[in-house]
């Protein structure tokens, strides 16, 4: 079966900029969650999605923000880009919530 | 707060040469604590999910074991392509919802 999808995979963007990143999770799975991740930093949890509505949030400012469709497919979106917003974004979908998260390839983003 | 710790924060290791990877962490309301592997450019891959202090789970040259405290991801007679960064997350009870809390991940390096 599919795996989980993100697009796109590279993106180069100049500060100030806004983004737009995609996740269409595993056929069934419900939840999304988000994460960045930096070589200081490691993966941090930004937000999880079920049912299209926000069921938690990582400590991370307004602008970071997602949503999630109908269909489970989520996006989420970096307004006012800073050059430190450069990371690996993944994406890893569940089917509840609670056990059995599957990544995606994630998306690099480069802020210039 | 909820905290995971991972060490050594790399390994090298010769062809043959088992080792352990240590993986400690402090949460309130445990829920799960899960393994993955994470190859250059990908995103993390699922290896092993425990919850249980004393449970043990194995896959091929892969072991794990959790205590109350920490767990232990053994690499018994490693081979070169098992050459990835070992990330540990536990799963955390917060505000009514569940989410990852990741180490910072081990990379282990085997040379031939």
């Known amino acids: 079966k599919a795996g989980v999808t993100q697009t796109p995979r590279y993106l180069i963007k100049t500060r100030g900029q806004q983004v737009t990143l995609s996740c269409s999770p595993i056929s069934g799975h419900r939840s999304v969650s988000w994460y960045q991740q930096t070589p200081g930093q490691g993966l941090q949890f930004l937000f999880e999605?079920?049912?299209?509505?926000?069921?938690n949030k990582g400590n991370f400012p307004g602008r970071f923000s997602g949503r999630q469709f109908s269909n489970s497919r989520s996006e989420m979106n970096v307004s006012t880009l800073e050059l430190g917003d450069s990371a690996l974004y993944l994406c890893?979908?569940?089917?509840?919530?609670?056990?059995?998260?599957?990544f995606g390839s994630g998306t690099r983003l480069t802020v210039v | 707060e909820d905290q995971v710790t991972q060490s050594p924060e790399a390994l090298r290791l010769q062809e043959g040469e088992s080792s352990s990877l240590n993986c400690s962490y402090t949460?309130?309301?445990?829920?799960?604590l899960f393994w993955y592997r994470q190859d250059p450019g990908k995103g993390p891959e699922f290896l092993f999910t425990?919850?249980?202090a004393g449970e043990e789970k194995e896959k091929e040259r892969l072991k794990a074991t959790l205590t109350k405290k920490e767990s232990f991801l053994h690499i018994t007679a490693p081979k070169p392509e098992d050459s990835a960064t070992y990330l540990c997350?536990?799963?955390?009870?917060?505000?009514?919802?569940?989410?990852?809390?990741f180490g910072k991940g081990t990379k282990l390096t085997v040379n031939p």
């Open positions: 425990l919850y249980s």
């Open positions: 890893a979908s569940s089917p509840v919530g609670n056990y059995g998260y599957t």
């Open positions: 949460v309130s309301g445990l829920r799960g």
């Open positions: 999605y079920f049912s299209e509505t926000q069921r």
């Open positions: 997350a536990v799963q955390a009870l917060q505000g009514g919802s569940e989410k990852l809390v």
